[in-house]
């Protein structure tokens, strides 16, 4: 199987399997879920709460939450998400990472737990240095993916996306759990609008150098 291809389905089954957990979830929780979207971009098929989107690079759990919605005044709000105990505010977020976190070391065994570690600093190295350390990175990437099996390929890419969405920045799932402590199991405070903006910027930035990054690489194999 081409390592883009490999690529490619392992984003699918990551997005599947995130995004289903949290989904699920928020129903065990009580938490009422306003939609839940595979992918983004443009949808391709939509049925009830559910959105199938263009790309699947990402995707979203909508919930109830009056910190994004006007709701009625005698709403108890009691299947609202900021209204959730704070173990549940905590929780939730990080679900699908912690499942997939699992599902991936179980696959990969003792060698998984070095290599989820250590990507933390490949995922920052490789932002900071995007032509250099990350195309290194991509390079061993790829040769993993053709040296092994697709579990394991998968198991690989799913602890170094794990890692990045367990990184501290709005817009990721460690990010979330973060600001949900910092809240205190408040449904509302003043100054988190603000700290959400600053808390997107590092992780945008992280986003956009391996995003060149990869966009490199693939320039590089195709000429050569």
Same mark, same amino acid.
């Given at each position: 199987?081409?390592?883009?291809?490999?690529?490619?389905?392992?984003?699918?089954?990551?997005?599947?399997?995130?995004?289903?957990?949290?989904?699920?979830?928020?129903?065990?929780?009580?938490?009422?879920?306003?939609?839940?979207?595979?992918?983004?971009?443009?949808?391709?098929?939509?049925?009830?709460?559910?959105?199938?989107?263009?790309?699947?690079?990402?995707?979203?759990?909508?919930?109830?939450?009056?910190?994004?919605?006007?709701?009625?005044?005698?709403?108890?709000?009691?299947?609202?998400?900021?209204?959730?105990?704070?173990?549940?505010?905590?929780?939730?977020? =990080?679900? %699908?990472?912690?499942? *997939? &976190? !699992?599902?991936?070391? +179980?696959?990969?065994?003792?060698?998984? @737990? $070095?290599?989820?570690?250590?990507?933390?600093?490949?995922?920052?190295?490789?932002?900071?240095?995007?032509?250099?350390?990350?195309?290194?990175?991509?390079?061993?990437?790829?040769?993993?993916?053709?040296?092994?099996?697709?579990?394991?390929?998968?198991?690989?890419?799913?602890?170094?996306?794990?890692?990045?969405?367990?990184?501290?920045?709005?817009? =990721?799932? %460690?990010?979330?759990? *973060? &600001? !949900?402590?910092?809240? +205190?199991?408040?449904?509302?405070?003043? @100054? $988190?609008?603000?700290?959400?903006?600053?808390?997107?910027?590092?992780?945008?930035?992280?986003?956009?150098?391996?995003?060149?990054?990869?966009?490199?690489?693939?320039?590089?194999?195709?000429?050569?």
């Amino acid at each position: 199987m081409p390592p883009a291809f490999q690529l490619l389905l392992c984003l699918l089954i990551f997005m599947l399997i995130h995004i289903s957990v949290m989904a699920a979830c928020a129903r065990l929780f009580g938490i009422t879920l306003r939609s839940i979207s595979y992918g983004v971009g443009p949808t391709l098929l939509s049925w009830g709460k559910v959105r199938v989107k263009l790309l699947p690079l990402a995707g979203n759990v909508v919930l109830k939450d009056t910190r994004e919605e006007t709701l009625y005044d005698d709403d108890p709000c009691h299947d609202a998400y900021n209204f959730q105990p704070l173990w549940k505010q905590f929780v939730l977020p =990080l679900s %699908g990472v912690v499942v *997939l &976190l !699992a599902l991936s070391l +179980g696959i990969m065994g003792a060698s998984g @737990w $070095e290599r989820f570690v250590a990507a933390f600093g490949q995922i920052v190295h490789g932002a900071l240095a995007p032509l250099s350390t990350a195309q290194e990175l991509l390079g061993e990437g790829e040769t993993f993916a053709r040296t092994h099996g697709f579990a394991l390929v998968f198991a690989l890419f799913s602890l170094k996306l794990c890692a990045f969405n367990l990184l501290p920045f709005a817009g =990721l799932n %460690g990010g979330q759990a *973060l &600001l !949900a402590i910092a809240r +205190g199991g408040r449904a509302f405070v003043a @100054w $988190e609008e603000t700290l959400t903006k600053w808390m997107l910027l590092p992780g945008l930035a992280i986003l956009l150098a391996w995003t060149a990054a990869f966009g490199w690489y693939g320039w590089q194999a195709l000429g050569a």
